[in-house]
């Protein structure tokens, strides 16, 4: 089944612990990115990558790192998170040819 | 100051009538829309999408029609059904091959039985 899986769908942390939370596609998309959802803001870029070893940040970069070794996973790094991140995180990926981009269940992380 | 806005953050229609979603953008620089459905705890999937050398596309019940001049978009569902409950997410970019969407921030539609 094509699908893009993060993992942790849920995570408590707390100011300051490193976190990582992966993404993986089984789709051989070129393209990934990272979109966090808050209320009343809709889904904002944080960064994305048009194939491996490229990365560019997005709208939202601030606090946030990415990397992108192998086409299929895209993991979103937090060196040192705060309250301010927390958030509803989702990965999404997209082929060269296609239309759409195919989103991940979400990640939702609580900073406290 | 967000380039793509969904100004009603909700929406009730009742079962079989037309549930109608607007969006407005700003950016000139946009000219390939899409139209993604949300359910809860589930990420968003696509729905339909217009290129700005079109005027409307269709899809079964859901049309989209866009208005170049007035910077705005709609989406049309007709009939609509309760399982067409969830939030619909309208988003942009600079051409079809750009992968940089824009979202706008949702709106939650609500089709009562």
């Known amino acids: 089944e094509a699908q893009v899986t993060q993992n942790p769908r849920y995570l408590i942390t707390v100011t300051g612990k490193k976190l990582t939370v992966t993404c993986s596609q089984n789709?051989?998309?070129?393209?990934m990115s990272w979109y966090r959802q808050d209320p009343g803001l809709g889904l904002r870029q944080i960064y994305y990558?048009?194939?491996?070893?490229?990365?560019d940040k997005g709208d939202v970069p601030e606090g946030y790192k990415v990397s992108r070794k192998e086409k299929r996973n895209f993991p979103l790094i937090l060196e040192s998170p705060s309250p301010n991140q927390t958030s509803l995180y989702f990965c999404?990926?997209?082929?060269?040819?296609?239309?759409?981009?195919?989103f991940g269940p979400g990640t939702r992380l609580t900073v406290t | 100051d967000q380039q793509v806005k969904q100004n009603s953050p909700s929406l009730s229609v009742q079962e079989g009538r037309i549930s109608i979603l607007n969006c407005d953008y700003t950016n000139s620089m946009f000219d390939y829309f899409l139209w993604y459905k949300k359910y809860p705890a589930e990420g968003p999937t696509f729905l339909i999408s217009?290129?700005?050398?079109?005027d409307k596309n269709e899809d079964g019940r859901f049309t989209v029609f866009l208005n170049k001049s007035a910077k705005h978009l709609s989406l049309h569902i007709v009939p609509s059904q309760p399982g067409d409950s969830a939030v619909y997410f309208c988003?942009?970019?600079?051409?079809?091959?750009?992968?940089?969407?824009?979202f706008g921030s949702g709106t939650q539609l609500t089709v009562l039985p």
């Open positions: 999404a990926s997209q082929d060269s040819e296609g239309d759409e981009q195919y």
């Open positions: 217009i290129s700005s050398i079109k």
């Open positions: 990558s048009m194939n491996v070893e490229v990365t």
């Open positions: 988003a942009a970019s600079g051409g079809r091959a750009a992968r940089q969407l824009t």
């Open positions: 789709m051989n998309h070129e393209y």
